[in-house]
C-alpha cells in the first residue's frame, strides 16, 4: 500500500495507516515524507521545505512559519512531532516523526517511517538522543481529563494485578463484545462468554497487539500481566482515540478504545469463495466393440430323406456288409454317402442273383470238373487194389488223389453256387 502527494485525511485516519505503508511526498519517501504528510494533510500547515530531519528543529522559521512550539520530551504528547539526532537515529541527517502516545514517565509512541525500510512502522522511544519536540499551534488532539472508573460500578473488577499494573475488566457484555470483535477477525476462537481474562481471551489480545507492535510475541502465552496491559494500552491510544494516562492500568476508557482500535484497522478476513463443486468427469463414449463375424461356412446340404420307395430299393439292393460299411461312416457327408453307395452297386455282389461267370463258360467248365471228379475214386480204387506194392511213393500219391478229389469237388459244388442262371 502506498499513500502519494499528502492526500486531506483526519488526525484519525492518519493514526490508522497500517505498518508495511509506503508513503510519498513530494517524490521522497524517507522519515520526513510522513512528517509532511501530516503537517500538509492532517494540519494544513504546508510543505516544510528543509533538506534534512535535524532542520525541523534547527532551522527557527519552521516553528515560526508553520506553527511549532518547542516543548521538553517529558512533556511529549498525541499529535506532536519529535526530531532525534544519534544513538538509533542518524547522527548526521537525524530523524523524525509522529507521537502518537504521550510520555508516560520512560517512553512516549511514535509513527515513524524509514526505520526497518522505506514504510511506516511504530515504535516506543526514550528520552535519549531526543533533539526536541515540536507541538503544533492548531493541534488536532486535545487530552481529555483522566477520570478512573468506580471499580465494581462499570465493570466486574480486577482479574489481575502487579505492584504496578492492573488487569480490570469491564461487565459481561462489552467483554462479550470485544471477544466477538476478536473472533471476527479470526484472532479469537474460545466461546463468547464475557470473560476477557480466559486464556483464549489473553492469548487473542496478545495476538493483535503483536500484530501491530505493540506487544513481544516472544512472551506470547495466557499470562496476564504488565507486557500485556502495555499492549493493549498501546494499541488504544494508537488506533482507538485513547488520550488518558499510560500507568498500565487497564479500565472502562482502554477498553472502549481497545475495542474502537481492532474495529478501525483491524480487517475482517473475506470469506474464501465456495468451493465449486467439480464438473462430473465426462462419460467417455462407448465404442462398440466390431462384430466378431465367424467365417462364412458352406451350410452342408440337407441330409437326404429318401422316399419310401428309395428306401425298399436300399433294402433290396445291398448287402448287410455294405450297409454295415455305411453305417460305420456316421460322420460322413451326403455326397461321401453316395459315392460309397454307388461304388457299392457297381460291385457285382450287390445281386446275389447275377452269375459270376457267365453261363457259356460257366456250363463247360462244371462239366468238365464233374469228369474229372468222378475219375478220381476209379484211381483211388486201382491204388487200393495194388495194395501190396504200396511204398511211399505210393502213399504219397493216395493223399495227393484224395487232396485233389477233394477240392476237385468242392470246386464243382462252389461252381455250381455261381453258375445258376439270372432268370428273364
Not at 506532536?80 to 538509533?88: E, L, N, Q, R, W
Amino acid at each position: 500500500m502506498a499513500i502519494l502527494n499528502s492526500p486531506p485525511m483526519s488526525w484519525q485516519e492518519f493514526k490508522n495507516i497500517p505498518n508495511g505503508t509506503t508513503v510519498f511526498n513530494h517524490l521522497a519517501s524517507e522519515c520526513v515524507a510522513l512528517a509532511n504528510q501530516y503537517t500538509e494533510g492532517v494540519l494544513g500547515a504546508g510543505f516544510v521545505n528543509v533538506k534534512f530531519a535535524r532542520h525541523w528543529i534547527d532551522n527557527p522559521n519552521v516553528q515560526s512559519v508553520h506553527g511549532f512550539t518547542l516543548v521538553p520530551v517529558t512533556d511529549a504528547r498525541e499529535g506532536d512531532i519529535f526530531v532525534g539526532v544519534g544513538g538509533p537515529y542518524d547522527g548526521y541527517y537525524g530523524h523524525i516523526g509522529v507521537v502518537v502516545r504521550g510520555w508516560d514517565g520512560s517512553t512516549f509512541g511514535t509513527m515513524e517511517q524509514n526505520v526497518e525500510g522505506q514504510y511506516v512502522s511504530r515504535h516506543n522511544r526514550g528520552a535519549n538522543n531526543i533533539l526536541g519536540i515540536l507541538r503544533p499551534v492548531n493541534a488536532p488532539v486535545s487530552t481529555p481529563a483522566y477520570t478512573t472508573p468506580s471499580v465494581g460500578s462499570q465493570g466486574e473488577g480486577i482479574r489481575a494485578e502487579g505492584a504496578d499494573w492492573t488487569y480490570w475488566v469491564p461487565g459481561t457484555s462489552d467483554q462479550m463484545t470485544v471477544q466477538t470483535r476478536l473472533a471476527e477477525r479470526g484472532y479469537y476462537t474460545g466461546p463468547i462468554d464475557g470473560n476477557l481474562a480466559s486464556e483464549a481471551s489473553v492469548l487473542a489480545i496478545k495476538l493483535v497487539c503483536g500484530d501491530f507492535g505493540f506487544f513481544d510475541l516472544t512472551y506470547w502465552n495466557s499470562e496476564m500481566n504488565k507486557n500485556l496491559c502495555h499492549g493493549i494500552l498501546l494499541m488504544a491510544q494508537a488506533y482507538g482515540g485513547y488520550s488518558g494516562r499510560m500507568d498500565w492500568q487497564i479500565d472502562g476508557h482502554v477498553w472502549a478504545a481497545f475495542d474502537g482500535a481492532v474495529a478501525a484497522v483491524v480487517p475482517i478476513p473475506t470469506p474464501p469463495a465456495p468451493t465449486a463443486e467439480p464438473a462430473p468427469a465426462p462419460i467417455p463414449e462407448v465404442v462398440p466393440e466390431p462384430t466378431k463375424t465367424k467365417p462364412t461356412v458352406k451350410p452342408e446340404k440337407a441330409e437326404h430323406k429318401p422316399k419310401p420307395e428309395e428306401n425298399k430299393v436300399a433294402e433290396t439292393t445291398l448287402t448287410p456288409e455294405q450297409i454295415t460299411v455305411i453305417n460305420t461312416r456316421k460322420m460322413a457327408t451326403d455326397a461321401q454317402i453316395q459315392t460309397l453307395i454307388a461304388t457299392a452297386k457297381e460291385i457285382p455282389l450287390d445281386d446275389p442273383n447275377a452269375p459270376v461267370i457267365p453261363d457259356h463258360i460257366a456250363k463247360p467248365l462244371w462239366l468238365i470238373l464233374a469228369l474229372v471228379s468222378s475219375s478220381t475214386p476209379y484211381a483211388f480204387a486201382l491204388t487200393v487194389i495194388d495194395w501190396g506194392n504200396w511204398d511211399a511213393t505210393v502213399a504219397t500219391q493216395a493223399a495227393a488223389l484224395i487232396v485233389a478229389w477233394s477240392g476237385t469237388l468242392a470246386s464243382v459244388l462252389g461252381l455250381s453256387r455261381f453258375s445258376k442262371s439270372t432268370p428273364k
